[in-house]
């Protein structure tokens, strides 16, 4: 079955750090996510992106945040300087389509540390 | 924001026996709602969705229900099956469109 691959599985940074999180998502599927959940709390969305550009976001993406598709396979997620309040499971997601009855295919996430 | 609410942070059921997961929401512009599993240390799972203009979606063990005049959705699993063991999240969207909101989950335990 088709996955959604993102890389580092765990990423320690240091505060103020910048950080880069890499997703693939599936081949032919035309729209991407980010999500992500701090410990104890609901998974909460960040930003979707399809067409090489952004389509909603979030509150919580700020300036600080920003997204890419650089190449046909990737999608990245990057935090410009890193935050204490950022230490957050970071999920990628992708869907064939708006999210309708399809829902998304989410990765198996970026534990994120900032330390 | 508590758009999207999981009362029951824990539920534990005898294999064999009905799971029901409830959930209930406040905009009432939410018009799909979608039901995930989660095991630990990996994404969500998508299990079943239903649209608002329908109050019941069957898929196999699966069968959400819709009351849209309550605001409440509930999640039955039968037969429960220890497998079925996960965090199960209900999410909504509005207009079909690509933001999900996420209640807090609700911790299944189905005991052999």
Known sequence: EPEVTQTPSHQVT????EVILRCVP????????WYRQILGQKVEFL????????SEKSEIFDDQFSVERPDGSNFTLKIRS???????????????????????TFGSGTRLTVV | DQQVKQNSPSLSVQEGRISILNCDYTNSMFDYFLWYKKYPAEGPTFLISISSIKDKNEDGRFTVFLNKSAKHLSLHIVPSQPGDSAVYFCAASHNAGNMLTFGGGTRLMVKP
């Open chain 1, 47 to 54: 930003v979707s992106f399809y067409n090489n550009e952004i």
């Open chain 1, 14 to 17: 240091q505060m103020g750090q």
């Open chain 1, 26 to 33: 599936i081949s032919n599927h035309l729209y991407f996510y």
């Open chain 1, 82 to 104: 890193t935050k204490l309040e950022d230490s957050a499971m970071y999920f990628c997601a992708s869907s064939p389509s708006r999210t309708g009855n399809y829902g998304y």
